[in-house]
C-alpha cells in the first residue's frame, strides 16, 4: 500500500461513518464535521520517508480530542493504543475504504 491521500473527502466521509461516528480517543458520538483524520505515520524502512500504512497508522478524533494530542505531544505508541483496541471488523471496513479508488 503506498502513501495515503486522506485529503479525500469521500474517504473522509466513509471512514467516520466506519466508527460510527465515534471518537476514538473520548468515546463520544459528534456530528461528523467534528471529526478529524489523526495520521500517525510509521517509517519505511527502505528509505526512511514517513507512511501511513492503513487502519493501523490512523486515529479518528473529535476535535476536542485532537486538539489536546498535538497540544500535549503524545508518543506515538500511545496514539496507536486507541488504535489496537479497535474491532477487527472496523479495521478491515477501514482498509477496504483506504485500498478503494479516489473520487
Ligand atoms: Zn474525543
Ligand atoms: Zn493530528
Do not use: F, W
Not at 527502505?46 to 505531544?73: F, M, P, R, Y
Amino acid at each position: 500500500m503506498t502513501l495515503l491521500n486522506l485529503s479525500s473527502a469521500l474517504h473522509e466521509k466513509q471512514l467516520k461513518l466506519a466508527i460510527g461516528y465515534c471518537c476514538e480517543s473520548c468515546g463520544s458520538v459528534v456530528p461528523h464535521t467534528m471529526l478529524e483524520l489523526h495520521p500517525i505515520p510509521s517509517s519505511d524502512l527502505e528509505n526512511g520517508a514517513k507512511v501511513c500504512n492503513g487502519a493501523s497508522d490512523i486515529l479518528i478524533l473529535c476535535t476536542h480530542c485532537h486538539t489536546q494530542l498535538h497540544e500535549v505531544s503524545i508518543p506515538d505508541e500511545l496514539q496507536r493504543s486507541a488504535i489496537r483496541v479497535r474491532p477487527p471488523d472496523v479495521m478491515d471496513n477501514i482498509n477496504g475504504i483506504l485500498s478503494g479508488p479516489y473520487e
